[in-house]
């Protein structure tokens, strides 16, 4: 059933969902919000860190969705 009426932002919005799970699951978590958390942090420490042409390539392999997470907030010309 599709939720939006778009395939994909559901196929996008249930790889999120998946990924969160996946990291629930590992870290002995049950909160959802937790997983969101960790996964956004690590996206943003890991894009603050590798060089910017590494970055663009890392975020196309990520859904949709993660890649908004990845790039919010990001300013790639400042130290």
Known sequence: M???GL???DDTVHTTN???KQIMV????TERQDAY????VTLHALRD???IET???LSAQLPTLLRGVF???WRPGRA
């Open 71 to 73: 790039f919010e907030g």
């Open 26 to 29: 590992a870290c002995h978590w």
């Open 49 to 51: 860190h590798i060089p």
């Open 7 to 9: 395939s994909q932002i």
């Open 18 to 20: 998946i990924w969160l």
């Open 55 to 57: 970055a663009a390539h």
């Open 37 to 40: 958390r960790a996964l956004r």
């Open 2 to 4: 599709s939720v939006t």
